[in-house]
C-alpha cells in the first residue's frame, strides 16, 4: 500500500512540474531578445548582421581569388582525341631514281586518307613574372578584404554601441519624466485650488498647465528616441521588425564611475593604406614584368593510327607512338609605346600611394588624441551636470515644501522648477556625448579588451 502511494505522489509531483514548466516558458517570448550589457549587443551583431555576413563573403571569394591566381604554379593535363580524313594528301616531288624513273622528278603523295590521334598534353609554365606578381597582387587583395572587413566590424561596434546607449539614456530619461510628471501634477493641482479660491491669477495656473504639456513633450520625444534607438539595434542585429529588445543593463553614473581608456588600438585605415601602397608597388613590378620573357615546357604523349578506310580499329597492333617535349620561350621585342606609359601610370599611382598613407598617419594621431581629450572633457561636463541635476532636484523638493508651507509664492517656485528642467536637459544632453565618445572609443578596443 505504501508503495502504491509513493508511486502516485510522485506522478504528482511530475504533473506540477510539467505543468509549472508549461506555464514558465509560456511566459518567454521567443520575439524578445533581452541584452544585459553592450558587449553582448556587439556579439549577437557580428552574429547576424547581414551586412557583415556579405562581408565574410567577400572574405571567402578573396581567398579564392588568390588560390585561382596560383594555378599557373601547376602544370595543365589535357587529354585528347583526334580523327581526320585527309581529302588530298600533300604532293612531294621526290627524285625518279627512286621509283625506277631516273633523270626526272615523280610528284608522290605519302599518308593514308584516315589517321587518328590519342594522348596526353601537358603543359608547365617555367618562369612567367606577370602571373607570378599578379599572385602577389592577389594576396595582398585578400589582405585588404581581411582590414576592410575588420573596418566595417569597427564601424558596426560603434553604431551598436552607440544606439545601444542613446536607447540607455532614453529610458534613464523617461524614469526622470516620472517624477517630473508627479512634480508638475501635483503643482497643477495645488495651482488649481488657489486659482478656483481665489488666491491667484490665471497667469499662474496658465504657468503650471504649460509646465504640464512640456513635459508631457519632453516625454513624447524621449519615447520617440527610445523607439528610434531600437529601431537601428534591430536593423544592426539583423533582428525582424516584429522583434523586441529588452536592455536590462543599469546605465553607468558619476557615482558609479566611467572606463578611462588612455590609448587607442591602431587605426585600421591606415593597415588599409598600407596594402594599398603594397599593391600599388606591385602593379609597377607587374608593369615592367611586360617586358619580361615567358618560359614554358610542353609535352605530347600519345599514339597514332592509320588507315585507307573509314574503319577504327581498337587492336594495339594498330597503332603506333607518336610523342615530343618542347621547350618555349617567348621575348617581347617591341609592343609598341603602351607598356611604357602604363609602367609610367603605375609609377604615378604609387607615389599617391605613398602620401595618402603619410596623411592617414597624421590624420588618425590627430584624431586618436582629440577623441581622447574630448572623452575626458564630456566626462568631466557631465560629472558637473550630474552634480547641478542633484542639487536642483534638491531644490525643487525643497521649494515645493515651502510652496505647501506658503513660505513662498508660485512664481519663485515656477523658477527654481524651470531651472531644473534646464539642468536636467543639460546633464542628459552630456551624457549623450560621454556615451557617444566612449563609443567610439570602444569599437577602437583589441577584441581581447571587450
Known amino acids: 500500500m505504501d508503495k502504491i502511494i509513493m508511486k502516485v505522489a510522485r506522478l504528482l509531483w511530475i504533473l506540477m512540474f510539467l505543468v509549472c514548466s508549461k506555464n514558465l516558458f509560456a511566459q518567454q517570448d521567443p520575439n524578445t531578445i533581452v541584452l544585459f550589457n553592450v558587449n553582448e549587443a556587439i556579439a549577437y551583431g557580428k552574429k547576424y548582421n547581414i551586412d557583415r555576413n556579405i562581408q565574410e563573403l567577400q572574405q571567402d571569394r578573396a581567398r579564392a581569388e588568390h588560390k585561382l591566381s596560383k594555378s599557373y604554379l601547376l602544370p595543365t593535363i589535357l587529354g585528347s582525341f583526334t580523327a581526320q580524313n585527309n581529302l588530298n594528301l600533300a604532293t612531294t616531288p621526290i627524285p625518279g631514281e627512286l621509283v625506277g624513273q631516273p633523270g626526272t622528278l615523280v610528284n608522290v603523295q605519302f599518308g593514308q586518307e584516315y589517321n587518328y590521334n590519342a594522348g596526353i598534353t601537358i603543359t608547365q609554365t617555367v618562369l612567367d613574372w606577370q602571373n607570378s606578381i599578379k599572385a602577389r597582387i592577389a594576396k595582398v587583395g585578400k589582405e585588404i578584404t581581411q582590414v576592410q572587413s575588420s573596418l566595417f566590424d569597427e564601424k558596426l561596434m560603434e553604431q551598436i554601441a552607440l544606439f545601444y546607449y542613446n536607447a540607455i539614456i532614453a529610458q534613464k530619461a523617461l524614469e526622470i519624466n516620472k517624477k517630473d510628471q508627479s512634480l508638475a501634477d501635483s503643482i497643477r493641482t495645488l495651482t488649481q485650488d488657489k486659482f478656483n479660491n481665489g488666491l491667484i491669477d490665471k497667469s499662474s495656473l496658465n504657468q503650471a498647465i504649460i509646465n504640464v504639456n512640456n513635459i508631457e513633450q519632453s516625454v513624447l520625444a ?84 592509320f588507315q585507307n578506310d573509314f574503319t577504327f580499329s581498337l587492336d594495339g597492333e594498330a597503332w603506333t607512338d607518336y610523342s615530343y617535349v618542347g621547350l618555349n620561350l617567348s621575348v617581347p621585342i617591341f609592343t609598341g609605346l603602351a607598356n611604357h606609359n602604363k609602367t609610367k601610370v603605375s609609377k604615378i599611382e604609387y607615389g599617391i600611394a605613398q602620401k595618402n598613407l603619410e596623411q592617414q598617419k597624421q590624420q588618425s594621431a590627430l584624431q586618436d588624441d582629440l577623441l581622447l581629450k574630448e572623452y575626458d572633457i564630456s566626462l568631466q561636463a557631465s560629472t558637473t551636470a550630474y552634480d547641478n541635476f542633484m542639487l536642483y532636484q534638491d531644490n525643487v523638493d525643497l521649494t515645493f515644501q515651502k510652496l505647501q508651507q506658503g513660505i513662498i509664492g508660485l512664481d519663485a517656485y515656477f523658477k527654481v522648477f524651470e531651472d531644473y528642467l534646464r539642468a536636467e536637459n543639460n546633464y542628459l544632453n552630456t551624457l549623450s556625448n560621454v556615451y557617444g565618445n566612449y563609443a567610439t572609443i570602444l569599437s577602437r578596443k583589441n577584441d581581447n579588451e571587450l
Open 222 to 305: 524621449n519615447h520617440s528616441s527610445l523607439e528610434q534607438s531600437l529601431n537601428q539595434l534591430k536593423n544592426l542585429l539583423g533582428l525582424p521588425a516584429d522583434s523586441n529588445i529588452e536592455l536590462q543593463e543599469v546605465e553607468k553614473t558619476e557615482e558609479q564611475g566611467f572606463p578611462i581608456s588612455e590609448t587607442l588600438a591602431m587605426d585600421k585605415n591606415i593597415l588599409l593604406y598600407e596594402h594599398q601602397l603594397e599593391q600599388a608597388r606591385l602593379d609597377v613590378k607587374q608593369q615592367r614584368a611586360l617586358h619580361y620573357p615567358k618560359l614554358s615546357l610542353n609535352a605530347y604523349f600519345g599514339q597514332q593510327q
